[in-house]
Protein backbone atom coordinates (compact mmCIF):
# COMPACT_ATOMS: atom_id res chain seq x y z
CA UNK A 1 0.00 0.00 0.00
CA UNK A 2 1.38 3.60 -0.70
CA UNK A 3 2.46 5.11 1.85
CA UNK A 4 0.23 8.59 1.45
CA UNK A 5 3.40 10.98 4.03
CA UNK A 6 6.25 9.67 1.76
CA UNK A 7 5.55 12.44 -0.83
CA UNK A 8 5.04 15.15 1.96
CA UNK A 9 8.86 14.52 3.70
CA UNK A 10 11.07 16.41 1.79
CA UNK A 11 14.48 16.35 3.68
CA UNK A 12 16.37 14.12 6.51
CA UNK A 13 15.22 16.71 8.99
CA UNK A 14 11.56 15.94 8.03
CA UNK A 15 12.03 12.30 8.61
CA UNK A 16 14.11 12.70 11.84
CA UNK A 17 10.82 13.86 12.94
CA UNK A 18 8.86 12.11 11.48
CA UNK A 19 9.88 9.08 13.58
CA UNK A 20 9.24 11.00 16.20
CA UNK A 21 5.27 11.16 15.68
CA UNK A 22 5.36 7.87 14.51
CA UNK A 23 6.55 6.25 17.64
CA UNK A 24 3.89 8.57 19.19
CA UNK A 25 1.13 7.50 16.90
CA UNK A 26 2.14 4.02 17.71
CA UNK A 27 1.49 4.11 21.56
CA UNK A 28 -1.48 6.04 20.98
CA UNK A 29 -2.64 3.51 18.97
CA UNK A 30 -2.31 0.99 21.43
CA UNK A 31 -4.01 2.50 24.05
CA UNK A 32 -7.40 3.48 22.34
CA UNK A 33 -9.01 0.26 23.42
CA UNK A 34 -8.62 2.00 26.96
CA UNK A 35 -9.26 5.68 26.53
CA UNK A 36 -11.64 5.91 24.15
CA UNK A 37 -14.11 4.08 26.49
CA UNK A 38 -12.99 4.99 29.10
CA UNK A 39 -12.88 8.72 28.03
CA UNK A 40 -9.30 9.47 29.41
CA UNK A 41 -5.99 10.75 27.77
CA UNK A 42 -3.08 7.59 28.61
CA UNK A 43 -0.50 8.12 30.93
CA UNK A 44 1.60 6.63 28.84
CA UNK A 45 0.96 7.93 25.76
CA UNK A 46 1.95 11.42 27.38
CA UNK A 47 5.03 9.57 28.62
CA UNK A 48 6.06 8.89 25.78
CA UNK A 49 5.25 12.08 24.31
CA UNK A 50 7.42 13.81 27.00
CA UNK A 51 10.22 11.20 26.05
CA UNK A 52 10.42 12.24 22.16
CA UNK A 53 10.85 15.78 23.70
CA UNK A 54 7.45 16.83 21.80
CA UNK A 55 6.28 19.34 23.78
CA UNK A 56 9.29 21.35 22.96
CA UNK A 57 9.81 21.19 19.42
CA UNK A 58 7.82 24.62 18.32
CA UNK A 59 10.75 26.57 20.59
CA UNK A 60 13.60 28.20 18.86
CA UNK A 61 16.60 26.46 19.32
CA UNK A 62 17.91 29.47 21.62
CA UNK A 63 15.05 27.22 24.35
CA UNK A 64 16.03 24.20 23.26
CA UNK A 65 13.04 23.53 20.37
CA UNK A 66 13.75 22.31 17.03
CA UNK A 67 11.93 25.69 15.80
CA UNK A 68 9.06 23.83 13.82
CA UNK A 69 7.91 25.55 10.58
CA UNK A 70 3.90 25.13 10.02
CA UNK A 71 4.49 22.62 7.23
CA UNK A 72 6.49 20.38 10.17
CA UNK A 73 3.86 21.02 12.36
CA UNK A 74 1.14 19.65 10.36
CA UNK A 75 3.09 16.84 8.61
CA UNK A 76 3.81 15.72 12.51
CA UNK A 77 0.76 16.39 13.83
CA UNK A 78 -1.07 14.15 10.95
CA UNK A 79 0.54 11.23 11.35
CA UNK A 80 -0.02 11.19 15.35
CA UNK A 81 -3.56 11.26 14.46
CA UNK A 82 -3.50 8.50 12.11
CA UNK A 83 -2.52 6.83 15.25
CA UNK A 84 -5.73 7.89 17.47
CA UNK A 85 -6.95 11.47 16.30
CA UNK A 86 -7.70 12.86 20.11
CA UNK A 87 -3.67 12.52 20.98
CA UNK A 88 -2.99 14.53 18.24
CA UNK A 89 -5.92 17.59 18.83
CA UNK A 90 -4.73 17.64 22.74
CA UNK A 91 -1.17 17.47 22.03
CA UNK A 92 -1.97 20.00 19.21
CA UNK A 93 -2.84 23.04 21.27
CA UNK A 94 0.05 23.19 23.44
CA UNK A 95 2.26 23.02 20.04
CA UNK A 96 0.25 25.44 18.49
CA UNK A 97 0.05 27.89 21.52
CA UNK A 98 3.85 27.79 22.23
CA UNK A 99 4.31 28.80 18.62
CA UNK A 100 1.93 31.74 18.68
CA UNK A 101 3.39 33.03 22.01
CA UNK A 102 6.90 32.68 20.36
CA UNK A 103 6.16 34.02 16.94
CA UNK A 104 3.45 37.06 18.48
CA UNK A 105 5.58 37.57 21.26
CA UNK A 106 1.83 37.78 23.26
CA UNK A 107 3.39 38.37 26.29
CA UNK A 108 6.25 39.92 28.46
CA UNK A 109 9.43 38.48 27.78
CA UNK A 110 10.31 37.43 31.25
CA UNK A 111 6.94 35.52 31.44
CA UNK A 112 7.24 33.47 28.37
CA UNK A 113 10.85 32.86 29.13
CA UNK A 114 10.10 31.44 32.56
CA UNK A 115 7.31 28.82 30.83
CA UNK A 116 9.35 27.99 27.62
CA UNK A 117 12.47 27.28 30.09
CA UNK A 118 10.27 24.63 32.24
CA UNK A 119 8.66 23.03 29.02
CA UNK A 120 12.12 22.70 26.85
CA UNK A 121 13.51 21.75 30.68
CA UNK A 122 10.83 19.56 32.14
CA UNK A 123 8.58 18.98 29.11
CA UNK A 124 6.01 20.59 30.80
CA UNK A 125 2.56 20.64 28.94
CA UNK A 126 0.07 23.67 28.54
CA UNK A 127 -3.61 24.38 27.26
CA UNK A 128 -5.91 27.30 26.59
CA UNK A 129 -9.06 27.28 28.99
CA UNK A 130 -10.94 29.26 27.03
CA UNK A 131 -14.61 27.89 26.20
CA UNK A 132 -17.75 28.00 28.69
CA UNK A 133 -21.01 26.57 28.94
CA UNK A 134 -22.54 29.88 28.70
CA UNK A 135 -20.46 31.44 26.09
CA UNK A 136 -19.90 28.64 23.46
CA UNK A 137 -16.83 29.29 21.46
CA UNK A 138 -14.42 31.51 21.87
CA UNK A 139 -14.29 32.37 18.95
CA UNK A 140 -18.47 33.67 18.38
CA UNK A 141 -17.05 36.73 20.56
CA UNK A 142 -18.47 35.40 23.97
CA UNK A 143 -17.54 37.57 27.69
CA UNK A 144 -16.03 35.31 29.69
CA UNK A 145 -18.52 34.14 32.66
CA UNK A 146 -15.52 33.29 34.83
CA UNK A 147 -14.33 36.93 36.78
CA UNK A 148 -10.90 37.99 38.20
CA UNK A 149 -11.27 40.32 41.28
CA UNK A 150 -8.68 42.80 42.22
CA UNK A 151 -7.73 42.52 45.91
CA UNK A 152 -4.23 44.26 46.88
CA UNK A 153 -1.65 42.60 44.78
CA UNK A 154 -3.66 39.23 43.66
CA UNK A 155 -6.89 38.12 41.49
CA UNK A 156 -9.21 36.38 43.01
CA UNK A 157 -10.87 33.87 39.89
CA UNK A 158 -13.77 32.13 39.46
CA UNK A 159 -15.61 30.22 37.34
CA UNK A 160 -15.71 26.82 35.28
CA UNK A 161 -14.17 26.09 31.78
CA UNK A 162 -15.51 23.10 29.55
CA UNK A 163 -13.93 21.43 26.50
CA UNK A 164 -10.10 22.02 28.30
CA UNK A 165 -8.14 19.01 26.69
CA UNK A 166 -5.71 16.96 28.54
CA UNK A 167 -7.55 18.64 32.03
CA UNK A 168 -5.73 16.54 34.33
CA UNK A 169 -2.80 16.22 33.01
CA UNK A 170 -1.58 19.66 32.26
CA UNK A 171 0.92 21.18 34.03
CA UNK A 172 -0.41 24.92 33.26
CA UNK A 173 -3.70 26.60 32.47
CA UNK A 174 -3.72 29.50 30.69
CA UNK A 175 -7.01 30.59 31.77
CA UNK A 176 -9.49 33.69 30.11
CA UNK A 177 -11.26 35.56 32.20
CA UNK A 178 -13.36 38.94 32.41
CA UNK A 179 -11.58 41.15 34.78
CA UNK A 180 -13.45 43.68 36.36
CA UNK A 181 -10.82 46.30 37.35
CA UNK A 182 -9.37 46.52 34.04
CA UNK A 183 -12.81 45.71 32.65
CA UNK A 184 -11.33 43.52 29.62
CA UNK A 185 -10.54 39.91 29.36
CA UNK A 186 -7.19 39.22 30.58
CA UNK A 187 -5.66 35.52 30.53
CA UNK A 188 -3.88 34.28 33.85
CA UNK A 189 -1.31 31.38 33.52
CA UNK A 190 -1.85 29.24 36.75
CA UNK A 191 -0.11 26.34 38.14
CA UNK A 192 -2.23 22.83 37.92
CA UNK A 193 -1.68 22.25 41.77
CA UNK A 194 -2.80 25.92 42.52
CA UNK A 195 -5.35 25.39 45.45
CA UNK A 196 -8.67 25.97 44.44
CA UNK A 197 -8.35 24.79 41.00
CA UNK A 198 -9.92 21.05 40.20
CA UNK A 199 -10.95 18.87 36.90
CA UNK A 200 -14.65 17.82 37.09
CA UNK A 201 -15.04 15.09 35.42
CA UNK A 202 -17.73 15.65 32.89
CA UNK A 203 -16.44 14.44 29.31
CA UNK A 204 -18.73 11.99 27.69
CA UNK A 205 -18.78 12.81 24.35
CA UNK A 206 -19.52 10.35 20.92
CA UNK A 207 -16.06 10.76 19.35
CA UNK A 208 -12.62 12.30 20.34
CA UNK A 209 -13.21 10.68 23.52
CA UNK A 210 -9.76 10.62 24.15
CA UNK A 211 -8.93 14.17 24.62
CA UNK A 212 -10.77 13.81 27.80
CA UNK A 213 -12.08 18.01 27.49
CA UNK A 214 -13.08 17.68 31.20
CA UNK A 215 -14.46 21.05 33.26
CA UNK A 216 -12.15 22.97 34.68
CA UNK A 217 -13.45 24.57 38.08
CA UNK A 218 -12.19 27.50 39.74
CA UNK A 219 -12.95 28.26 42.94
CA UNK A 220 -11.83 31.34 44.40
CA UNK A 221 -8.30 31.18 42.68
CA UNK A 222 -5.83 33.13 44.17
CA UNK A 223 -2.98 34.50 41.89
CA UNK A 224 -0.33 37.11 41.81
CA UNK A 225 -0.93 40.35 39.82
CA UNK A 226 2.35 39.07 37.49
CA UNK A 227 0.40 35.57 36.56
CA UNK A 228 -2.27 37.99 34.57
CA UNK A 229 0.12 37.20 31.80
CA UNK A 230 -1.83 38.55 28.75
CA UNK A 231 -4.87 40.67 28.38
CA UNK A 232 -7.02 40.85 24.68
CA UNK A 233 -5.69 42.97 22.05
CA UNK A 234 -8.51 45.56 20.65
CA UNK A 235 -7.12 45.11 17.20
CA UNK A 236 -8.20 42.86 15.08
CA UNK A 237 -7.10 39.34 15.33
CA UNK A 238 -4.03 38.41 13.04
CA UNK A 239 -4.47 34.74 11.22
CA UNK A 240 -3.48 31.71 13.21
CA UNK A 241 -1.63 29.55 10.86
CA UNK A 242 -0.90 27.05 13.86
CA UNK A 243 -4.51 26.73 13.69
CA UNK A 244 -4.55 24.24 10.83
CA UNK A 245 -3.38 21.12 13.44
CA UNK A 246 -7.13 21.31 13.75
CA UNK A 247 -7.19 20.12 9.64
CA UNK A 248 -4.39 18.37 10.07
CA UNK A 249 -5.96 15.94 12.75
CA UNK A 250 -9.00 14.98 10.73
CA UNK A 251 -6.69 14.42 7.62
CA UNK A 252 -4.66 12.09 9.71
CA UNK A 253 -8.13 9.80 10.99
CA UNK A 254 -9.35 9.81 7.20
CA UNK A 255 -5.68 8.72 6.18
CA UNK A 256 -6.28 5.98 8.91
CA UNK A 257 -9.97 4.90 7.88
CA UNK A 258 -8.52 5.17 4.07
CA UNK A 259 -5.38 2.74 4.71
CA UNK A 260 -7.68 0.22 7.21
CA UNK A 261 -10.47 0.19 4.51
CA UNK A 262 -8.24 -0.82 1.61
CA UNK A 263 -6.42 -3.42 4.23
CA UNK A 264 -9.79 -4.71 4.75
CA UNK A 265 -11.33 -4.35 1.12
CA UNK A 266 -7.58 -6.90 0.35
CA UNK A 267 -8.37 -9.24 2.69
CA UNK A 268 -12.17 -10.25 3.02
CA UNK A 269 -13.87 -12.50 0.97
CA UNK A 270 -17.21 -13.97 1.38
CA UNK A 271 -18.24 -17.28 0.33
CA UNK A 272 -20.35 -15.77 -2.91
CA UNK A 273 -16.97 -14.11 -4.28
CA UNK A 274 -13.67 -15.77 -5.51
CA UNK A 275 -12.25 -12.80 -4.61
CA UNK A 276 -11.75 -10.43 -2.24
CA UNK A 277 -13.86 -7.65 -2.74
CA UNK A 278 -11.13 -5.26 -3.46
CA UNK A 279 -11.78 -7.01 -6.98
CA UNK A 280 -15.26 -5.35 -7.29
CA UNK A 281 -16.17 -2.73 -9.47
CA UNK A 282 -18.00 -0.11 -6.65
CA UNK A 283 -15.30 -1.25 -3.79
CA UNK A 284 -12.60 0.58 -6.52
CA UNK A 285 -14.92 3.04 -7.37
CA UNK A 286 -14.83 4.09 -3.65
CA UNK A 287 -11.47 3.49 -2.96
CA UNK A 288 -10.52 5.61 -6.17
CA UNK A 289 -12.87 8.12 -4.47
CA UNK A 290 -11.21 8.20 -1.25
CA UNK A 291 -7.58 8.22 -3.07
CA UNK A 292 -8.54 11.74 -5.33
CA UNK A 293 -10.38 13.73 -2.03
CA UNK A 294 -7.31 12.88 -0.02
CA UNK A 295 -5.05 14.30 -2.96
CA UNK A 296 -7.09 17.49 -2.74
CA UNK A 297 -6.98 17.80 0.94
CA UNK A 298 -3.22 16.97 0.88
CA UNK A 299 -2.13 19.55 -1.49
CA UNK A 300 -4.30 22.46 -0.48
CA UNK A 301 -3.64 21.91 3.36
CA UNK A 302 0.38 22.19 2.56
CA UNK A 303 0.64 23.69 -0.04
CA UNK A 304 -0.93 26.59 2.11
CA UNK A 305 1.40 25.69 4.76
CA UNK A 306 4.33 26.20 2.29
CA UNK A 307 3.06 29.65 1.77
CA UNK A 308 2.70 30.72 5.07
CA UNK A 309 6.17 29.72 6.18
CA UNK A 310 7.55 31.22 2.84
CA UNK A 311 6.10 34.17 2.62
CA UNK A 312 5.83 35.89 6.17
CA UNK A 313 4.87 39.27 4.58
CA UNK A 314 1.11 37.82 3.33
CA UNK A 315 0.39 36.02 6.36
CA UNK A 316 -1.65 39.25 7.67
CA UNK A 317 -3.81 38.27 4.50
CA UNK A 318 -4.02 34.21 5.01
CA UNK A 319 -7.00 34.45 6.99
CA UNK A 320 -9.56 33.28 4.57
CA UNK A 321 -7.12 30.71 3.31
CA UNK A 322 -6.67 29.04 6.36
CA UNK A 323 -9.83 29.23 7.42
CA UNK A 324 -11.06 27.35 3.69
CA UNK A 325 -8.54 24.94 4.61
CA UNK A 326 -10.25 23.82 7.36
CA UNK A 327 -13.59 23.86 6.06
CA UNK A 328 -12.64 21.77 2.96
CA UNK A 329 -10.03 19.43 4.91
CA UNK A 330 -12.40 18.27 7.36
CA UNK A 331 -15.38 18.17 5.40
CA UNK A 332 -13.60 16.25 3.04
CA UNK A 333 -12.15 13.64 6.28
CA UNK A 334 -16.07 13.06 6.46
CA UNK A 335 -16.61 11.95 3.28
CA UNK A 336 -13.34 9.67 3.43
CA UNK A 337 -14.51 8.09 6.63
CA UNK A 338 -17.82 7.64 5.43
CA UNK A 339 -16.80 5.94 1.83
CA UNK A 340 -14.18 3.70 4.42
CA UNK A 341 -17.43 3.00 6.19
CA UNK A 342 -19.26 1.64 3.17
CA UNK A 343 -16.47 -0.04 1.50
CA UNK A 344 -16.79 -2.48 5.07
CA UNK A 345 -20.38 -2.35 5.08
CA UNK A 346 -22.23 -3.46 8.62
CA UNK A 347 -18.49 -4.46 9.67
CA UNK A 348 -18.18 -0.76 10.24
CA UNK A 349 -20.41 -0.57 12.91
CA UNK A 350 -18.82 -3.45 14.68
CA UNK A 351 -16.24 -2.72 17.86
CA UNK A 352 -14.15 -5.34 16.86
CA UNK A 353 -13.01 -2.99 13.83
CA UNK A 354 -11.68 0.63 14.00
CA UNK A 355 -14.03 2.04 10.96
CA UNK A 356 -17.09 3.35 13.83
CA UNK A 357 -14.32 5.07 16.26
CA UNK A 358 -13.09 6.62 12.97
CA UNK A 359 -16.39 8.17 12.08
CA UNK A 360 -17.37 9.19 15.44
CA UNK A 361 -14.09 11.37 16.08
CA UNK A 362 -14.19 12.87 12.35
CA UNK A 363 -17.25 14.15 12.80
CA UNK A 364 -15.81 16.40 16.10
CA UNK A 365 -14.00 18.38 13.06
CA UNK A 366 -16.93 19.54 12.06
CA UNK A 367 -17.55 21.47 15.69
CA UNK A 368 -13.77 22.71 16.02
CA UNK A 369 -13.60 26.85 14.88
CA UNK A 370 -14.00 28.25 12.33
CA UNK A 371 -17.28 27.20 11.56
CA UNK A 372 -18.42 26.52 8.42
CA UNK A 373 -20.74 29.14 8.63
CA UNK A 374 -18.55 31.67 9.47
CA UNK A 375 -15.93 30.70 6.73
CA UNK A 376 -18.61 30.74 3.85
CA UNK A 377 -19.63 33.99 5.00
CA UNK A 378 -15.78 35.77 5.13
CA UNK A 379 -14.89 34.38 1.68
CA UNK A 380 -18.26 35.95 0.39
CA UNK A 381 -17.30 38.71 1.71
CA UNK A 382 -13.96 38.48 0.58
CA UNK A 383 -14.81 38.08 -2.96
CA UNK A 384 -17.60 40.99 -2.89
CA UNK A 385 -15.01 43.17 -2.01
CA UNK A 386 -12.75 42.40 -4.73
Known amino acids: MVDLFDKWIKNDRHQRLFEKAERIAKEAKAQVSKTDPEAVFSHRTLKVIKQERYPSLTLSAAYGGEDLSLYEFLLLQEKI ?17 MKELKED ?15 AEEQKVVNRAATEPATGSPTRGGVPETKAVRNGDHYIITGRKTFTSMADHLDYYIVSAYVEELDEIGWFL ?3 HHPGLSVDKTWDTLGMRGTESDDLVLDGVEVNVHDLVETKS ?52 KIGEMEWKLLQAHSFMYTVARKWDEEPDQRKH ?35 YPFEKYYRDVRAGLHNPPMDDAVVKMLAKQALSE
Open 234 to 285: KEKPAPKGWLLHIPACYLGIATAARNDAIEFAQNFQPNSLDTPIAEVGHIQD
Open 105 to 119: KLWRKNDFDRLAKEV
Open 318 to 352: MGAELAAVKLAVTNTAAEVVDLAMRIAGGRGLSKK
Open 81 to 97: AEGDGSVALSIGWHLGI
Open 190 to 192: IDR
